[in-house]
């Protein structure tokens, strides 16, 4: 009977040091299920949407956001730390964030959207996931040709029916 007391011990020391061993963080066990909380910015008040700070999106639209995205535009390709310093020195940090990711997703869109990008706005996930523009048109041209030949047919269904009666 004394004998199991030590590998008793010996186990319970055992899981006492695996519970104090860092954990990985717990997953959900649902693979859909959305993060709890989107990234925040370091302005409490600012609202985000995951990776996009709403606030400084926002103000991206202003006169002024306009003019930091131009200027952010014509440092795209340049070292990103000297272009990050050089509009730091006009512009608040979330506004400078906003307008040099804004002139990257403009930079990867134009590859889907051609001189287009230069005026749309871009999330990431969202330029991910659009469709070049070729191939919605051509998508588009089926689907126009699709309902032309539908209406012809129920065109025709509907003369038939009128000359049977």
Sequence with gaps: MTSRIPG???FLQLAARENDAPKSPRRSRRPHALPKSPRRSRRPHALTSYDVDLDAFTELLTPRGLRAL???VELTGADPLAAATKLRRTYDAALTSAALTQAGLRERARAKFGADAERMFFTPHGLEQSTRAEV??????RLTAAHVEEEGEEQRDHDRQQRQE
């Design 136 to 141: 919605a048109a051509h998508r588009a041209r």
């Design 8 to 10: 008793l011990a010996g």
């Design 70 to 72: 131009a200027e952010a």
